[in-house]
Every structure is written in C-alpha cells, then in structure tokens.
C-alpha cells in the first residue's frame, strides 16, 4: 500500500523523477521522460505494480530526512536497535541515458538492510525478463524499455521479485545504480556513484547561486524553485504540472487526472516567478517552448501541451491499477487539452507581453502570433467555455475566461502604446471596454456583494481573487473588497480557499480538498489591499502544511490533515514563490501585472 502522499520526496534529472517515501521505496518513476509509461507504480497500487525498497530489516519510517544544502539530493536516516544508516537517494545530471543512483551509508555500529527491487514496465502491466551480466549487474528488458542495476550486493530472484540482505558498519557506502537504455541497444558507460554524487551537488549547488530572493522566506522560496527546476524538462524548456499521474483530489474518488504536461496558464505566473528570481535563462526556454507549442491555427490552440510540444494527448484508463487509496479510476492522458478555454488566449498574450517588458531577446514571431490570437479572439470572446478549472459539464460564460478576453486586449493595446508594435490600436481599445463592462454588469451579484463564477450565478469562484492582480480593476474597488470578503466568509475552509461550491458545473460527484494555489492568490489579494497582518498570517499557515521537506501538493484536505492531489505541484509552488516576494516587498506580481488601471 503506498504511503500518504505528505510522506513522499522527490528526486529528479530535469527530464524525469521519482517519488521516494519515508520507508525507502521508490514507488513512482517514469523512464525516460516524465510522462513515458512507469516502472515502479506502487504508488498507484501495490509493490506488485512496481517499487524498488532500500530501507533497514527492522523496517519503519526513517526517523529524519532532508536535502543537502540547495540540491535536491535526498537524504533519509533510520536509528535501529543496532546502530543507524542513511540512504542517499538522487539523480545525476543526465548525459545520454537516466539513472537513480543510491548510496546506503553506515553512520553508527551496523545495521541489517534490505533490498527488494520490483520492476514491471508500462505502468506495472509488463514483467520484465531478468537476466544477469555478472555478480554485480542484473538488467531486465520488457518491450522497448531496459534497466541495467549495477551494485555489489548480489541480489537474488524470489519468484517475480529480486532480493538482498546486507550489513553495513559505521563508514561503509554500498552504492546501487539503475539506469535506463532502449532495449534495443547497450547500456551507456557504467556511473560510478560517488562521482556522480560530487557532480550532482555541485549542479544544484551552482544553479541556486543564481537566486536573488532575500525576502523573509529564503528556505520556502529556495524549496519550491528547486522543485520547478526538477519540473523543467531541460530539453525544450517545458515545465510539467506535476510528475504524477491520478493522485486524487478526494480520497476514493473519481477526480483523478494525468498531470505530467505542460498548462499554458501556467506561463505567465511561471515566468514572473523565474525573472523575479534571477533565472533568465529558464524564463527565456519557457517563452521560446511556449512558442513552439502554440504556433498555427489559433483557433486550434490548446490548454495543454506535452513536454516536447505535441498536441495530442489522448486519455485512457489503465483498469489494472486500483489507483492511489483505491481511487481509481487511473488515467493517462488528458482529455482537458480538447477543451476550449477562453483564459488560455489571455494567459499567452500577457506572457508574451510580460517578456517583452521584462527585456526577454526578441523573438520576431511572437508579434506575429499575438497578432492571429487576437484576430481569433475577436470573433469568440463572447462564447461561452469550459473554463479554468476543466469543467467536463455544460459551457458556461466564466467571469474569469472574460476577464482573461479583457487582458489579452489591454495587453495588445500596450504592446501598440508602448512597445511599438502595429495593430488596430482603436477597434482593440472598444472590444476592451465592451468586455470591462459587460463583466461588470452581468458578472458581479449585488447581492452578494461580490464577482460571481459565471454570468447569471450566485456561486463563487476562487478565480476571481485574480481580479485586481491581473489590473482589471484596483484594489480598493469596492467590488473587489466585496469580492475578497464574500470568499473569505463563503468560500473558505479552515482558512484554506476552495475553488468552488457550485454541484453541478463540472459533471463530476461533488467534493475536493481546498486548492492551495487558490489561497496564494488570496494572499496576494490581502497584500494590494495593505491587509499584510492577515495576509502574512494566511501565508505561513499555507507554509505549515507543507511536508517536512517543504514540499507541496494541488489540494489540501483540511479535516484529515493530509495532502491530496498530484504531487509536488507546480503551480502551487509558483504561488508560495510569487506570494513571498509581495510580502518581501520585492517588485513581484502585484506590481508587476497589478499596475494597470481598469
């Protein structure tokens, strides 16, 4: 049975990751890329799926854990009757194929280990053939995929199951290397551990050098930028969502998606997060992936993207996997990426829009595009979508998907103002003005005092908290307070922000945990309105559910007290970044995309 999902680390080569739990067992990795099929998915099931445990013969918990320094290499320690050991679990930088290296040290008298590896490719439906080179090497080959273990302790086949016992004494390292290749070809050169631990810290180490955050949160911050590098995928600059697939939003439940692709409205907050924090360079890769990945027919842009770029992303259902917790059903895939979304057209222009005030290189096609979306968007912004959170009901007209159409147009405007550019600077400023008060008028309830979810409804949105942060109206707007309040008395659990109430927009059974990235956005809202006390205090109770680790998932069940959804979430952790830096009094978002008036 996998462990609960607050007790999981993450290890990563910036192309893929692993998810290892407190009791030495990878139970989640997906070789070679983050949404290539798996070869450990315990995490959806049980070991039989897959895992790979390295971890004391008295079992249990490691009692403590941590990152070195500002890597991500994870170190995990048990005490035992007997003495105690650490576990150093970690990713080298990739060169031709992946490994997950890991290194059992002996730290005081000895200690009894276990080994037990259990590979089974394709999201646990393919048993491998093993097979072994020497005593030190054991590969297995399942279809197109090959993983060759190296280690000195010889391990053993125990029916579909390789096992080891082994002792290790104080200044003992037992080091094991898995690596992937093609099972069509040879392993690439054998890693030697110890090296590619040295060459590991030293990567993570110089990358961080690069952080300019010196707010009152450097170790969140520092964190949760770790953790969107281990998102990137390096080759084309793309950042995924999460490295997991079908972790649920409720226990048991059906609301179970593949999150391991790229969301465009993701970008702008992605990119504010990574120029705030002195990473150009990765700003730059996301601009450019986001190019690549939305080039063509406007009409055809998607919400979603794979990690090269690819538009088709079919979602299927793997029924031999009983799911996190028996919540099933398990996808891979995402049928989200079909749907027309409104706010995606406003999420491009403001990132493009962002890049270009930031000072990000030139790039002579970005124009052209903004050009087409905006043509596109001319013609649809009065549709109505399935809007921001995916609904798989009916379409509605969201107030946010409007107030995105607006900023896709406020953001053409300035580009014509104030960057030079060549568009109908007039025809844009009159649909801009139509969608401002056609928001205004059939969006917000007087009655509740506050913007609703959708025109015509008295139900609440989270997403409207983003009013005042994207400039569609100031801060101290009487409807934005209004707004604020009315989520703060009606939309709130234990202080954490749900997304919605409403039962019947999205066609699936009712009930969630609260969505973390949505209270970031109130904290945010709480600083423009100079409520910083309360926004400060919002903030470290969002810091206080994190896992020891400071790692965070989508979604938060207050009253168990337990992380759920897909894990560790990068929008989530863009959100603790972007909220530091306001609180830090930092030039961050709200200055930044804040400073426009209505």
């Known amino acids: 049975m996998a462990e609960r999902i607050e007790d999981y680390a993450l290890v990563g080569d910036l192309q893929t990751a692993a998810l290892i739990g407190r009791t030495g067992s990878v139970d989640w990795l997906c070789f070679p890329r983050f949404d290539s099929g798996s070869c ?20 249990g918990p490691a009692r403590e854990r941590r990152y070195r320094g500002d890597s991500l290499i994870l170190e995990s320690e048990w005490h035992t009757s007997t003495g105690r050991v650490r576990v150093i679990d970690f990713m080298p930088p990739r060169e031709r194929q992946p490994d997950i290296v890991r290194i059992v040290e002996g730290l005081e008298g000895h200690v009894d280990m276990r080994t037990e590896l259990v590979i089974r490719f394709d999201y646990g439906s393919i048993v491998p053939w093993m097979r072994r080179h020497d005593d030190e090497t054991l590969v297995a080959v399942g279809g197109p995929d090959a993983l060759m273990l190296r280690t000195p302790v010889l391990l053993q086949a125990d029916g579909m199951t390789h096992t080891a016992e082994f002792s290790v004494a104080e200044g003992d390292r037992v080091p094991f290397v898995l690596t992937w290749f093609p099972s069509a070809e040879e392993p690439a050169v054998v890693v030697d551990a110890e090296q590619a631990l040295e060459d590991t810290e030293q990567e993570w180490q110089g990358w961080m050098g690069h952080c300019t955050y010196e707010g009152d949160y450097p170790n969140a911050v520092r964190t949760s930028l770790r953790v969107l590098k281990a998102l990137t995928y390096a080759p084309t600059g793309a950042i995924v969502a999460a490295p997991t697939t079908s972790l649920p939003e409720r226990i048991g439940g059906v609301r179970n998606w593949d999150y391991r692709y790229a969301w465009l409205r993701d970008a702008t907050f992605t990119l504010f997060t990574m120029m705030n924090a002195g990473y150009i360079e990765e700003a730059r890769a996301w601009r450019d992936w986001l190019l690549r990945a939305v080039a063509g027919d406007p009409a055809k842009m998607q919400i979603l993207y794979g990690i090269s770029g690819e538009h088709r992303i079919p979602e299927q259902e793997l029924p031999w996997l009983p799911g996190y917790a028996g919540s099933s059903p398990v ?21 493009l829009h962002e890049a270009r005030r930031h000072g990000l290189a030139k790039d002579d096609h970005a124009w052209s595009l903004q050009q087409y979306i905006m043509e596109f968007l001319e013609g649809v912004w009065d549709q109505p979508d399935e809007g921001l959170w995916e609904v798989r009901g009916e379409r509605r007209h969201f107030v946010h998907s409007k107030v995105l159409a607006w900023v896709a147009f406020d953001r053409a405007v300035e580009a014509v103002e104030h960057f030079d550019q ?51 109206l100031p801060p101290d707007d009487p409807r934005v307070i209004g707004t604020v309040e009315a989520i703060q008395r009606d939309l709130t659990r234990d202080g954490f922000v749900e997304r919605y109430r409403s039962k019947d927009v999205d066609g699936l059974p009712f009930g969630e945990g609260v969505f973390l990235p949505c209270s970031f956005w109130l904290v945010d809202a709480l600083v423009m309105m100079n409520r910083e006390d309360e926004a400060r205090q919002l903030f470290e109770k969002l810091l206080a559910v994190s896992n020891d680790l400071g790692l965070l998932s989508e979604e938060y069940d207050p009253e168990n007290k337990r992380l759920l959804g897909n894990f560790p979430q990068a929008f989530t952790h863009v959100g603790l970044v972007n909220a530091a830096y306001n609180l830090s009094h930092h030039k961050g978002t709200i200055e930044q995309r804040g400073h426009r008036p209505a």
């Open 40 to 59: 450990f998915a315990a995490l959806l099931g049980s070991s039989d799926h897959g895992r790979w445990l390295i971890a004391p013969s008295e079992g």
């Open 422 to 472: 060549q568009g109908p600077l007039d025809r844009w400023r009159r649909v801009r003005e139509e969608i401002h008060d056609e928001v205004c008028r059939e969006g917000f309830s007087v009655r509740r005092n506050s913007f609703t979810q959708a025109y015509g409804s008295e139900e609440l949105d989270a997403a409207t908290l983003l009013i005042p942060l994207l400039g569609f």
């Open 331 to 351: 996808r891979i895939g995402n049928a989200a990426a079909e749907q027309f979304q409104l706010d995606v057209y406003g999420e491009v222009m403001d990132a």
